[in-house]
């Protein structure tokens, strides 16, 4: 068994990477995933922004779980392989087409992570040069930002580096949650059916319960 630092084969930052029969990566961004050997090749054709999107669809469900079990992703090139038990068998375009697919999604989801870091509306929130993918935004987190407080999501607090999520931002926080209500939270609900079910649903499944295991 080798083990060493390389390079998240999504988001490129440095990663542990075993290589034992398939390769097992542990990303600070992205979680524990799991890449077969047949998959490694198709995962380096994806054009490096397509890569992005999919370490923010990673790091939207390692957010998601938060404290909790999470089955590792086992991204493959054909579903006929057969992943060890414990692990959800995906392509690597799944997990892409997960991506939210206009701006609305991407501003409600990144709000919806931005919850799950701060849990007391007097919380403030600081980013990181790396957190872009916490807001579908990984290579340009500061127009991000400012986008989130054109939509009255987020406020900068005066004199400081932190942010602070809205009245507005957690009304709509609140909205999001409600089960069956808006298809975005049954995004994120949608991993923990995930864990049970080994397998992941089409999208028209999504609103089926499930958000109030947050
Ligand atoms: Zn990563």
Redesign the pocket.
């Known amino acids: 068994m080798s083990s060493s630092d390389q390079k998240?084969y999504?988001?490129g930052?440095i990663?542990q990477i075993q290589n034992q029969g398939a390769h097992f990566v542990r990303?600070n961004?992205?979680g524990d995933y799991v890449v077969s050997w047949p998959c490694e090749g198709i995962i380096e054709q994806i054009k490096p922004s397509d890569r992005l999107k999919i370490?923010c669809v990673?790091m939207e469900r390692k957010i998601a779980h938060k404290g909790g079990a999470l089955d590792q992703l086992f991204f493959t090139s054909s579903k006929h392989e057969s992943p060890p038990s414990g692990r959800i068998l995906v392509t690597p375009d799944e997990i892409l087409s997960r991506f939210p697919r206009s701006a609305i999604e991407i501003f409600d989801r990144a709000l919806l992570n931005l919850s799950e870091e701060i849990d007391h509306p007097a919380t403030s929130i600081t980013f990181g040069p790396k957190d872009g993918a916490m807001v579908f935004a990984p290579d340009n987190l500061a127009s991000m930002l400012v986008q989130l407080q054109n939509v009255g999501y987020l406020v900068g607090i005066e004199g400081r580096s932190g942010y602070f999520v809205t009245g507005k931002g957690w009304e709509r926080i609140a909205e999001l949650r409600k089960p069956g209500r808006d298809s975005n939270h049954a995004f994120v609900a949608m991993w923990f059916d995930d864990s049970r079910t080994n397998s992941i649903r089409p999208t028209g499944d999504l609103l089926v319960g499930g958000a109030e295991t947050l």
Request: charged share 10%.
């Open positions: 998240c999504f988001c930052e990663a990303c961004y992205c370490s990673l």
